[in-house]
């Protein structure tokens, strides 16, 4: 995607592994969506969201934890409900088969 155009993949595994201790703290879950606020730019707010959309989906199910998780996200990066729809439906479509 073009918003990691300048992701330096070599730090890829580290950045992974420094995410996952985060996530292993008392309220992990909190503080890493509150980095992740922290580093995103607003514009990008959206696409972060979209992104955790497509992640949740990309196996064809979504279960429970995934959908607080999910509205964790939402509300954490003030994504406005119409907008999160509007997202959540675009990314149930892409993954609808017949």
Excluded at 19 to 43: M, S
Aim: hydrophobic letters at 50%; a negative charge; one cysteine or more.
């Amino acid at each position: 995607l073009p918003v990691f155009r300048d992701f330096d993949t070599t730090r890829l595994v580290a950045v992974s592994q420094e995410c996952g201790e985060v996530l292993q703290e008392a309220d992990g879950l909190a503080a890493a969506l509150g980095l992740v606020k922290a580093a995103l730019p607003e514009h990008l707010r959206e696409t972060a969201y979209w992104l955790a959309l497509e992640v949740a989906l990309s196996d064809s199910r979504v279960m429970l934890e995934e959908i607080r998780v999910i509205e964790a996200i939402r509300r954490s990066l003030g994504i406005d409900k119409l907008i999160a729809s509007a997202l959540e439906r675009g990314a149930r479509a892409r993954y609808q088969v017949a």
